[in-house]
């Protein structure tokens, strides 16, 4: 072969991989950035989540915390809030429940706004425990005690490493912050925070506990009180799902145009979310739904779709574990259908 023949042929072969190559640049590009689902795919899917859900009578509502059990377990939403700020509904809308530990991620937000991710990573961790959301032996067998802002310890460790002068303050800026990611006025339910408070032997150990360790920033009993408050914030499908949808658009709430907090620190948020989320039920969760989510005994959930929308649920029956049986149910179907799972298509199954 001459050497013109040989230029001749790679220039041949150069074009035909460059069409080769644009010819796939659609498919790459339309891997990277998924067509976004149209209104009437967001509607149809929260109605069917809804239809197809709404008889599943498994578990039963908490009941450590006695006002729970009072919550009429028949009560299911199921909603979608897209980065724009659009909602998409079905089934209950209006009641407020119990935030419970739906807040602790937001608070653990508010920490890194005040003193940067590592506070969160060197002062908590980020390690999922293994163990149920309200052990006692992790703190025990880890030599850092607390895990990470999603279990109880390292939720009240979080309460505490909030900046502020006083007790008031404190709340203060953990209510707002909730208010701020739901864009709109949130209520504490004070007979959720009375007959919690009332009851909250096993957290005023842990509190004490990390006390004695020095991992706890604030008095404990202080810490108690305003973690306790924190989850009894009350919130409606809606609000969750906008709280979630505020995290998608890169902390910046959808509704009010408010920063939340810097964009760069979503994803690390997400991380624990997609690992702590769930309690001893994060690996289960990762594969049948695959998004990073917060679920409480209040029976809500949420889950994000990072960069483009948030799917949350609520009903008051739990599982063992203490998430809620329908909420996940529809939010993983949901998921499956829309083939968001974060390492590709899951089947929701
Ligand atoms: N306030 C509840 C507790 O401390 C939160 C638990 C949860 O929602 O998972 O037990």
Known sequence: MTRVTLSRNLAMWSTALAVAGLALLPAIA???????????????????????????????????????????????????????????????????????????????????????????????????????????????????????????????????????????????????????????????LEEVYTSEYETCWGNRGIANLLYNYGRLYSDPEEALRVYTRQCSVGVNTHDLAVMGATLANGGVNPLTGRRMMPAEHVPELLAIMATAGFYDESGEWMYSAGLPSKT???????????????????????????????????????????GVGLYGPNTGE
Do not use: C
């Open 30 to 188: 339309s891997a990277q950035s998924p067509a976004e689902p149209t209104a009437k795919d967001f509607q149809r899917l929260v109605d069917e989540a809804y239809a197809k859900f709404k008889d599943v009578t498994e578990g039963a509502n908490a009941n450590y915390i006695p006002i729970l059990d009072t919550v009429p377990s028949e009560l299911f939403g199921v909603a979608i809030a897209t980065r724009d700020g659009k909602v998409y509904a079905a089934g209950e809308q209006d009641y407020r429940f119990s935030i419970q530990s739906v807040s602790k991620p937001f608070t653990a937000a508010l920490v890194m706004n005040q003193q940067g991710p590592q506070a969160i990573r060197e002062k908590i961790g980020v390690e999922p425990t293994g163990l149920a959301f309200n052990s006692k032996l992790a703190l025990e067998i880890y030599p850092d005690r607390s895990v990470n802002p999603l279990v109880n310890a390292g939720a009240i460790a979080a309460v505490s490493l909030v900046q502020a002068a006083s007790e008031d303050e404190r709340w203060k800026l953990i209510h707002d912050n909730l208010q701020g990611f739901a864009g709109g006025e949130l209520p504490v």
């Open 296 to 338: 409480g005994v209040g029976g809500g959930i949420v889950a994000v779709v990072p960069g483009r929308f948030a799917i949350a649920a609520f009903s008051p029956r739990l599982n063992e574990a203490g998430n809620s049986v329908r909420a996940m149910r529809a939010i993983s179907f949901i998921a499956g259908e829309l």
